[in-house]
């Protein structure tokens, strides 16, 4: 490894340390801001996505970590990394990263200003990170018992939303395209809460629970319910025992369409909700 790489990956480690200091989980990045550690289960995929429980690194943001042995270990597995991601969603920030974005060809500053005239929100101090393109990351903090999901040009075209499962390029990181540095007067600032009226153009509308469908009965409903009851990290883990119970018992095919409203309600996207029903149709011996 060159000279100047080793000193990039010291220096990514540093300030990787300095933000666990600060409460923020963090993972190693390559250069190309993804992930440093490739995942274990690239050439064997499970029935369902492993968010970690197998025990080894490599599972992108759920790797993220705030303690400093775990930290190491993941850049010394990880010697090429020359910055780090810093993970959204989690306690004690729950941080939610506005990405305004400069390569779209639209202002997306004006658009968040124009945003909150309207919506008559101001955006507080906070720290907010400068890209290599130009663009600015806003860090904002969210409630503990509101999941805000990943977004692109939802709120306004050139605004991405890191949310839950999301990870922001920490200040400091260097990357193929330069290196990521704090707009002035901002670093040593806290990550500012979230003005309520942004939080809730930040959610996603609310979906009525998709009853059971005829003839399923309480036990079709009651694995709907079982999903949509579930937390962040247990999402794919309830779908998918609910899924195979469902062909078990007779009413996979009925409960498909349900369980996938249901998925969508905690978070998961449509492609991973059937996906992860379609894996437990084959683990039962059943084709979706």
């Known amino acids: 490894m060159a000279t100047t790489d080793r000193q990039a990956t010291t220096l990514a480690l540093a300030h990787a340390l300095s933000a666990a200091e600060r409460g923020l989980a963090v993972i190693p990045l390559s250069r190309t801001k993804l992930p440093a550690l490739r995942s274990p289960h690239r050439?064997?995929?499970?029935?369902?996505?492993?968010?970690?429980?197998?025990?080894?690194?490599?599972?992108?943001?759920?790797?993220?970590?705030?303690?400093?042995?775990?930290?190491r270990e993941?850049?010394?597995?990880?010697?090429?990394?020359?910055?780090?991601?810093?993970?959204?969603?989690?306690?004690?920030?729950?941080l939610i990263g506005v990405d305004l974005d400069t390569k779209s060809g639209t202002?997306?500053?004006?658009?968040?200003?124009?945003?909150?005239?309207?919506h008559l929100f101001t955006i507080p101090e906070?720290?907010?990170?400068?890209?290599?393109?130009?663009?600015?990351?806003?860090?904002?903090?969210?409630?503990?018992?509101?999941?805000?999901?990943?977004?692109?040009?939802?709120?306004?075209?050139?605004?991405?939303?890191?949310?839950?499962?999301?990870?922001?390029?920490?200040?400091?990181?260097?990357?193929?395209h330069g290196v990521y540095a704090p707009a002035p007067g901002t670093a040593q600032l806290a990550p500012a809460p979230c003005?309520?009226?942004l939080l809730r153009l930040l959610l996603p509308p609310p979906r009525a629970p998709h009853p059971a469908p005829p003839g399923s009965g309480d036990h079709g409903r009651g694995l709907v319910q079982?999903?949509?009851?579930?937390?962040?990290?247990?999402?794919?883990?309830?779908?998918?025992w609910a899924?195979?119970?469902?062909?078990?018992?007779?009413?996979?095919?009925?409960?498909?369409?349900p369980l996938v409203e249901a998925a969508l309600c905690t978070g998961l996207s449509e492609r991973e909700a059937r996906a992860t029903i379609a894996s437990a149709a084959r683990m039962t011996e059943h084709r979706p």
Request: overall charge neutral; glycine content about 14%; hydrophobic content about 40%.
């Open 43 to 71: 050439d064997h995929p499970g029935p369902a996505p492993c968010h970690g429980e197998c025990g080894r690194l490599g599972h992108g943001v759920y790797d993220a970590s705030t303690d400093p042995a775990r930290i």
């Open 74 to 94: 993941l850049f010394a597995a990880a010697p090429w990394a020359t910055g780090y991601g810093i993970a959204c969603g989690l306690p004690p920030h729950h």
């Open 107 to 118: 202002d997306s500053s004006a658009a968040l200003r124009e945003i909150a005239l309207r």
């Open 126 to 176: 906070t720290v907010v990170v400068i890209t290599p393109s130009g663009g600015r990351h806003v860090w904002l903090t969210g409630p503990p018992d509101v999941v805000v999901p990943n977004s692109a040009g939802r709120l306004a075209p050139g605004i991405d939303i890191r949310g839950a499962g999301g990870y922001l390029v920490g200040p400091g990181s260097r990357t193929d």
């Open 195 to 197: 003005p309520p009226a």
């Open 226 to 240: 079982f999903v949509l009851a579930a937390h962040e990290g247990q999402r794919n883990t309830r779908l998918f």
């Open 243 to 257: 899924a195979c119970r469902a062909y078990e018992n007779g009413i996979g095919p009925a409960l498909v369409a």
